[in-house]
Each structure stands twice: as C-alpha cells, then as structure tokens.
C-alpha cells in the first residue's frame, strides 16, 4: 500500500496548528493591541463572519496585502461584468489593505478580514462562505486553506503566481516537497509571473498542464483610480512646492532612509532649495524617520500633522494610506524603495512609471525583476537601476540638470507600462473563466 507522504505531513501540521491554536489566540490579541489588526473586526480572523453571507454561488478572492489586493481588483471587476450571478468575495490579511481596498472595490462585493491558517478558522470560513472557487494572489499556499478547500471540492487557482528562490529552496527540502507537491495538485490553474517560475512550480512537481502565462497583474493597478481623499490637497501640495526642485522615495523601508539622506545632502551641493518626499512603507515609520532627520537638523514636514511646506522645508514625509498614485501624477521623479539593502525584494514600479514618471530603482529588487527586465528591454530607460547611494546622487543630478534626459526618461516609462500592461486582464480572465470558473458553476447558472 503507497503512504501518500504529502497527506500524511499535512496531517502533522493539522495536529501541530491545533494544539497551538492557544497560542495563536493569544499573538492575535497583542496584535490587536499593538493595532496591527482591525479593532473591532479581528474575529473575523477566526473565521467569524461579520457580514450575511448572500444565496447562490460565491467566488473567493484572497490576498495577503494592499499590492496583491490592488491587482485583484481589475480581474474582479472583469468577473463581475462577466459574470453578474456571481457573488464576490474578496479577503486580505493587514490593516493597511483594509483601509485601502475597502474603498477601491465595487460596492457589492463582500470584504472580509482573512482567516487565520488554523483548522477551526479555516474550516469555520470555508463551512459558512461555502464558494464555489478561490483565488489565491501571489503566494498565499496555505495547508488548512488548500486542503480543506480540496475536500470539499472547492476549485483553485493561484494569479500572479511568484516563488523566490529562497522560498523555491526551502520548500524542495525532502521534509517539506511532499507537502508542497500534494498541494499544488489540487490546484486547477497557477498562473506564473515569469518562465523562472514556471519552471520552479514545475520542479515541485506542479502538474504541467496546470501552468498557463497571462501576463503580470501587477500591471493592471493602475486601472484602479487611488486619490487623495481631499481632493484640494493636492493642488495644495503643488503650490507649496512650486518651483523647487523636488524629487520622491516611495515605499521606504527601515534603514534605507539613511541612503535617501545622503543622496539629498549630495543633491543639496548643487541644489539648495531642494525638497525630498518621504513615502514611508509603513506609514507608523514616518515619525521616526522624522525625528531622525529633525535630529540632523532638516526642516521636517509629516503630512498627517497637514503643515505647510515652508521654504526651509527639507524634507515632506508622506506618512497616510492610499496618496501614492496622486503623488506620482505630480512628481516627476520616483526613486522605488525596498531596493537599496540586502534582503530587501523591490516594489512596484509599474504604478510610477503609469503615471509618467523618471523611474529609479535599487539592484535588490526581488519578486520585481522580472518587471524591472521587460521594462528594460522594451527601452532601457525606462527603469534605472542604481547600485547605491553614490549612483542614486549621480543620476538625479542629471536628470535635474538635464530637461531633455529628464522628458526622455518619462516617456520611456509610460510606452514600456502601456505595452506591458495591455490585455493582461482580459488573459488572466480568459484563463480562470476556462480553467477554473466554468468547470465550478452549476449548470443552471453558466
């Protein structure tokens, strides 16, 4: 008799996800407390509903975060022109998706807080959502979620599937691949970023025949109109920074305020009016890295305090949820961050380049080379990469003391994005319609 050793490790995470549920209970609650999860609707992280759940079939959604939440939105709304008997539920995990996404979604689509990877939450949510298929971004291979959705015969497809080769090395250990391989089995589509990752699916022993290429949803983010809530705010901004030379670091990580600080005092050299904005990745990290400037002595400005941009001003941290969009519509030069430190894995640069922006980018880009490689060949000045803070400085001066580079650099952004972006949601919809969606309607609703 074969031991299906999968199933059987599966098991064992079962039992060990069980018995720590306590545990798990108990980390939620200092989360909570440390508001890192919804103050009132944290159980809904238990599998505990907090909205009626609608009769007729219902497709599931799920991301980690406000990225993988982002790309989702557009094939949503694709389903929903498509599909209009469909019920959809979309679900994400962080506070900062929630504040976000919420806004963003048609308004008849149910949004829900992710439940946690423990059987009793999984089974409770997948028990009373009861859909007909999920959708899982990126990532999101989770055992209780796949498996219990297997058993109950719940289709699956993995969009914007990604693996890094950190990941793809941990999960090829002999102790782990039976667990992986048994997962990706039961899965009815994975939809890979890339080639590298087709072929690292594959060598988890992914079936083949499950593996199609659509294109990168990532691009498609940009269908989804993010704006300042105040919609004077912006025109605000722009008059306060009037003909100052100004450039932007979104997305920055811990530490990698320290690069930007020295790329401004080289900057400064030259341009002494100069003004850097600050786009915290967090947005809880643009205090610190406010009091770390003030500290240098840098005339500080922290947009949730609403002051003014003085002509002192050194530095405007953008410390709110939702304004990055807006904010790349108006600068016209963004530095991506979560690039420029080891282990670090890149950020989107497809929003900024959409918009028309210079883009520049560290050499630690990750989950995002891939993005960063197409770009590039379509026009190699489309998405700089610098390899530090030296090269960072050396190329924004250029681009301040150059109009012409600078407008060469913007227009190769915006053709790159709108040749890449084009039809990838009609290709990721065509996929999961075919794939996934028909095989799992009844026949009375197709």
Not at 125 to 151: C, Q, R
Not at 433 to 442: C, D, G, R, T
Request: hydrophobic residues 45%; charged residues 15%; proline residues 6%.
């Amino acid at each position: 008799m074969m031991i299906d050793k999968g199933k059987v490790i599966y098991m064992v995470y079962r039992a060990v996800s069980y018995s720590i549920s306590p545990f798990i209970y108990i980390h939620l609650q200092w989360r909570r407390f440390k508001g890192l999860e919804h103050p009132i609707r944290w159980r809904e992280r238990l599998g505990h509903p907090s909205i009626n759940r609608p009769p007729g079939p219902l497709l599931w959604f799920h991301a980690v975060s406000l990225g993988e939440g982002l790309a989702a939105i557009p094939v949503i709304r694709r389903c929903i022109q498509q599909k209009p008997n469909l019920t959809i539920l979309m679900t994400t995990t962080t506070t900062s998706a929630f504040k976000v996404i919420k806004d963003q979604l048609p308004s008849d689509v149910l949004y829900q807080y992710a439940p946690l990877d423990t059987p009793s939450a999984m089974d409770d949510f997948l028990e009373y959502w009861n859909p007909i298929a999920v959708m899982l971004m990126e990532s999101e291979l989770w055992p209780n979620l796949v498996f219990g959705a297997s058993k109950k015969g719940i289709s699956m497809a993995l969009l914007n599937a990604r693996i890094s080769s950190k990941s793809f090395h941990r999960w090829s250990r002999p102790v782990v691949l039976p667990l992986i391989s048994a997962m990706l089995s039961r899965f009815s589509l994975i939809a890979p970023l890339s080639t590298v990752e087709a072929i690292r699916y594959q060598l988890l022993q992914a079936p083949p025949f499950i593996i199609n290429f659509a294109g990168d949803l990532k691009y498609a983010v940009n269908d989804v109109d993010i704006s300042m809530q105040d919609n004077t705010s912006l025109e605000i901004l722009q008059s306060q920074l009037g003909n100052r030379p100004v450039w932007m670091a979104s997305s920055i990580h811990k530490g990698e305020d320290e690069v930007m600080l020295g790329v401004h005092k080289a900057l400064m050299q030259l341009y002494q009016d100069v003004i850097t904005i600050i786009v915290p990745r967090h947005p809880q990290l643009g205090q610190q890295m406010a009091l770390a400037l003030q500290k240098d002595g840098f005339n500080v400005v922290l947009r949730s305090c609403k002051e003014k941009i003085l002509p002192s001003t050194n530095f405007y941290i953008v410390d709110t949820l939702g304004e990055l969009r807006s904010l790349y519509r108006m600068i016209p030069i963004a530095v991506i961050g979560g690039s420029f430190l080891p282990g670090l894995a890149g950020h989107n640069v497809s929003e900024a380049a959409a918009a028309g922006c210079a883009v520049l980018t560290g050499c630690y880009v990750g989950h995002f080379s891939q993005m960063v490689l197409e770009m590039q060949q379509i026009n190699p000045l489309s998405v700089v990469q610098v390899s530090g803070q030296t090269e960072l400085s050396k190329n924004l001066l250029e681009l301040f003391s150059n109009a012409n580079a600078l407008e060469a650099h913007r227009i190769a952004a915006k053709q790159a994005f709108h040749a890449l972006s084009n039809g990838v949601v009609a290709n990721v919809w065509n996929l999961i319609n075919i794939h996934v969606i028909e095989k799992a309607l009844p026949p009375t609703i197709k």
